[in-house]
């Protein structure tokens, strides 16, 4: 096998096992790959940091660890963000960085096999493409899948260094 075969089979076995968070913002739905996710906590107001993007609500402190909070509805420019009973932060591990994502709520878990994932059409939305796995349907369902190492590592978000690929 060449490298370039050994690597689509591993991705089509990553794909083929890929199990998926849901989590809503506004009326949409959303889905992380799973094993990026450390665990669920409910909100607790972060402290806030001088000079910080607005996105970044403030950091908490879990278990010792100073943990960056974002807030993904003003992340993706989704309206003032509300904080109640179903507001969860995701804590995420990103290339050995620990990051709270604040979402409207969480849902579920999804498997998707490969055929459930559709490309992103490419247009100007509020997420940059480039930040897209694909759209996952399930029944009724669609979810905008985010590669969130890509997301995390951007330069616009300034929180981690780029993964090596």
Same mark, same amino acid.
């Given at each position: 096998?060449?490298?370039?075969?050994?690597?689509?089979?591993?991705?089509?076995?990553?794909?083929?096992?890929?199990?998926?968070?849901?989590?809503?913002?506004?009326?949409?739905?959303?889905?992380?790959?799973?094993?990026?996710?450390?665990?669920?906590?409910?909100?607790?107001? %972060?402290?806030?940091?001088?000079?910080?993007?607005?996105?970044?609500?403030? $950091?908490?402190?879990?278990?010792?660890?100073?943990? %960056?909070?974002?807030?993904?509805?003003i992340?993706?420019?989704?309206?003032?963000?509300?904080?109640?009973?179903?507001?969860? $932060?995701?804590?995420l591990?990103?290339?050995?960085?620990?990051?709270?994502?604040?979402? *409207?709520?969480?849902? *579920? $878990?999804?498997?998707?096999?490969?055929?459930?994932v559709? %490309?992103?059409?490419?247009?100007?939305?509020?997420?940059?493409?480039?930040?897209?796995?694909?759209?996952?349907? $399930?029944?009724?369902?669609?979810?905008?899948?985010? *590669?969130? *190492?890509?997301?995390?590592?951007?330069?616009?978000?300034?929180?981690?260094?780029?993964?090596?690929?």
């Amino acid at each position: 096998m060449t490298t370039a075969s050994i690597a689509a089979t591993a991705s089509e076995t990553d794909i083929a096992t890929n199990e998926f968070l849901a989590f809503t913002l506004g009326k949409e739905e959303y889905g992380i790959h799973i094993l990026k996710v450390q665990e669920l906590r409910g909100y607790e107001e %972060p402290t806030r940091i001088a000079n910080a993007p607005d996105f970044i609500k403030g $950091v908490v402190n879990l278990r010792g660890i100073i943990v %960056p909070i974002i807030d993904m509805r003003i992340k993706f420019n989704l309206g003032t963000p509300t904080y109640d009973q179903f507001t969860v $932060v995701i804590i995420l591990n990103i290339g050995g960085r620990i990051v709270g994502m604040v979402v *409207d709520s969480v849902s *579920d $878990v999804i498997t998707l096999s490969p055929d459930q994932v559709k %490309p992103a059409p490419e247009m100007g939305t509020a997420l940059n493409t480039d930040y897209l796995i694909g759209l996952g349907t $399930v029944d009724q369902r669609m979810l905008i899948l985010v *590669d969130i *190492d890509k997301l995390m590592s951007s330069a616009e978000m300034g929180l981690i260094d780029k993964i090596a690929a």
